[in-house]
Nanobody
Framework: VQLQVSGGGLVQAGGSLRLSCAAS????????MGWYRQAPGKQRELVAA???????NYADSVKGRFTISRDNAKNTVYLQMNSLKPEDTAVYYC????????????????WGQGTVVTVSS
């Protein structure tokens, strides 16, 4: 199973970016999907997560500015980031809890490659 991330880049403060993360491979089902980020010199932190049923949770720092969504038919999760701030600058990672067709009795935690988001002031 692989997660393909796209959508990072450079944006001015106040601008918007949309990240996408598409899962592929021997997927039976996907439970939670989420976005994490890691800024230079800091630990990786949860930004937002969404269950297969659509329940969401957000880091306090992004509430009201970021929106996570998913398309279950496409095994894809999105992160719409609005009103970006310089402190949102980080490497963003996608994460998913996947049940594969070869191991139906357990979840496999999968990480995508990071995508750099840089917000200039």
């Amino acid at each position: 199973v692989q997660l393909q991330v796209s959508g990072g880049g450079l944006v001015q403060a106040g601008g918007s970016l949309r990240l996408s993360c598409a899962a592929s491979g021997s997927i039976f089902s996907i439970n939670a999907m989420g976005w994490y980020r890691q800024a230079p010199g800091k630990q990786r932190e949860l930004v937002a997560a969404i269950t297969s049923g659509g329940s969401t949770n957000y880091a306090d720092s992004v509430k009201g500015r970021f929106t996570i969504s998913r398309d279950n038919a496409k095994n894809t999760v999105y992160l719409q980031m609005n009103s970006l701030k310089p402190e949102d600058t980080a490497v963003y990672y996608c994460n998913a809890d996947v049940i594969t067709t070869t191991h139906l009795d357990r979840y496999l935690e999968v990480w995508g490659q990071g995508t750099v988001v840089t917000v200039s002031s």
